[in-house]
């Protein structure tokens, strides 16, 4: 998350520099970064000599990616779970002395959310219905005594945590007056804050509507009144704002609580927040957890639960701290928005954590576990500090996870990276001259292999030029058959053979055939391309000789 505050610029920009100047070169062109040796000349794919480097876009534009820089990629990595599978010696006498401790702590466990739900089934019952038929006008609080007896899940809740091993919890600091501060945030670490606060605070909550499922859980959140959002759904997160800022101006509701990053984190990094507790500009209090520990991280990170929870039922005594910070408020300047509330608020807790803020978002977490999920190791090298690519090229969560599937299908390395040869096999072209060139546009680090980072900001700025909407157009009218506008298989063959790369075979032709016809039906439409390019535009440099005359722009 970029910060625009003078104060915590240092830690709230990318860890990684935003510019570099451009390199001068002859005849006037923007270099680039030509640090690979070819026996083999480059075609040229941007008119003039053809000499040079052989930038194969120099003609969509003169910038250069603002990711050129020696810094290189983050080394932080917010979502790792510091404690190793096993300690040990100390670790397994622990687990044994503590066996009849943690049986005895599973029953605690159990009888604590029977107890807990059965006192809330009590409370919602016949209420909930009514609340539902509401909701289109906006449900009122819940009244008191309902809330009286949620007392009972409350007290549930404490003995709940008291079995996960923390008997104590130290406390600093409190909550300010709810007509003070209508909404709190906190850092999220692991599932124990949300136990935490509902024993604390009895608050409402914003939750993932998927949670209602949950057995059990999914009743106890319903009882606090609960504000369900569906984070890819823009209508859902303006609903939910709307929402947030109507329960947050009525004292007859409780709090609002939000985690703003979205996900738990190893709590040594915060990672960028979303915008929806700072969007309504009502006064936030801060809040900040901590979880010391010497042999054991309780933070939910590359951890499963069931892992988790056996290792807090085996852990003697497991430490937590809880902070109120002093209320932020919002800014007077209406010119400075909701990112700037978030960031002032965002610096206000890292700086009482003694942390660092990052550009890392819970999309991060989403490719880490699809990297996971695909089997790959040191998943967190794929890692690509979203909301800083979100800001800068606009790009989304679900375009970066679209770019990763093709990503993981090109053969990764153990440390994620991918080199010249399985980039194009993916696509069904062989390794030739321009296709190095292209490929070298992304080694800016030149070892010869490529991170998802590099393959995902290459894009991002290549779609981002402003030439580039231009020259998918002038491609496809200048390749289309005249008799059914649509790019055929023999028109294809022809751009690839005008760009000198006959060497394909048929299979691979068909295989980049396939990727250009998104629709599937066996011919190329305007839409078709316009689709696969705006996801793939490294593939503009194919057509460069059909356009060249057409969007050519001298670099001076």
Request: with cysteine.
């Amino acid at each position: 998350m970029a910060s625009r505050n003078p104060s915590p610029a240092s830690l709230s920009t990318p860890l990684l520099s935003d510019s570099i100047s451009p390199t001068p070169t002859t005849n006037g062109h923007a270099g680039h970064h030509n640090h690979h040796d070819d026996d083999e000349e480059s075609p040229t794919v941007c008119g003039g000599d053809g000499g040079g480097g052989g930038d194969p876009f120099a003609f969509l534009s003169e910038d250069r990616p603002a990711w050129w820089s020696p810094r290189g990629v983050s080394p932080a990595d917010p979502f790792r779970n510091g404690t190793p599978g096993w300690c040990g010696a100390y670790e397994l006498v622990r687990a044994l002395v503590c066996a009849p401790v943690a049986a005895a702590r599973l029953v605690l466990f159990g009888l604590s959310i029977a107890v807990g739900y059965a006192a809330t089934w009590v409370a919602l019952r016949g209420w909930v219905d009514v609340r539902e038929r509401a909701a289109q006008e906006g449900a009122g609080p819940m009244p008191a005594w309902r809330r009286r007896l949620m007392w009972i899940t409350r007290i549930s809740a404490r003995c709940i945590l008291f079995s996960f091993g923390y008997h104590w919890i130290r406390r600093k600091g409190k909550p300010a007056p709810r007509e003070l501060a209508p909404i709190v945030v906190s850092n999220h670490v692991s599932y124990i804050e949300p136990i935490y606060f509902f024993y604390e605070l009895f608050p409402t909550i914003v939750s993932s509507d998927s949670h209602d499922s949950i057995p059990f859980v999914g009743t106890i959140i319903r009882a606090m009144q609960v504000i369900y959002v569906d984070r890819f759904s823009p209508a859902s997160r303006k609903s939910a704002v709307n929402e947030i800022k109507r329960k947050a101006a009525c004292n007859s509701f409780p709090r609002v609580l939000l985690f703003p990053e979205g996900t738990t984190t190893n709590g040594r990094f915060l990672i960028s927040f979303q915008h929806g507790a700072f969007i309504p500009g009502y006064p936030v209090q801060p809040v900040i957890v901590r979880y010391p520990h010497v042999h054991f991280d309780q933070s939910w990170g590359n951890i499963s639960l069931g892992k988790l929870m056996f290792k807090m039922f085996t852990q003697f005594h497991n430490f937590m701290e809880v902070e109120y910070l002093p209320v932020v408020y919002p800014p007077e300047i209406k010119q400075e928005n909701a990112l700037h509330f978030a960031e002032n608020t965002s610096y206000a807790m890292a700086h009482a954590l003694n942390v660092i803020p990052t550009s890392y978002s819970y999309g991060d977490s989403m490719i880490m576990a699809r990297a996971v999920e695909d089997g790959k190791v040191n998943c967190s090298n794929y890692m690509v500090e979203m909301a800083w690519v979100k800001e800068t090229y606009g790009v989304s969560t679900s375009e970066a996870m679209a770019l990763l599937e093709d990503f993981l299908c090109m053969s990764p390395d153990k440390d994620g990276r991918v080199n010249a040869q399985d980039f194009w096999a993916h696509f069904g072209l062989n390794c030739t001259p321009l296709c190095k060139k292209i490929f070298q546009y992304f080694d800016f680090e030149a070892k010869e292999s490529i991170t998802f980072r590099q393959f995902l900001i290459g894009c991002a700025h290549l779609r981002k030029q402003p030439s580039f909407q231009d020259a998918c157009e002038t491609a496809f009218e200048r390749c289309r058959n005249p008799l059914t506008s649509h790019i055929g298989r023999e028109q294809l063959a022809d751009v690839l053979r005008s760009s000198m790369l006959e060497l394909m075979t048929d299979n691979g032709m068909m295989k980049l055939f396939k990727t250009l016809d998104v629709d599937d039906d066996d011919g190329i439409s305007k839409d078709d391309l316009m689709a696969s390019l705006r996801k793939l535009p490294f593939m503009i440099a194919l057509f460069a000789r059909r356009i060249n005359g057409e969007v050519y722009i001298e670099i001076v």
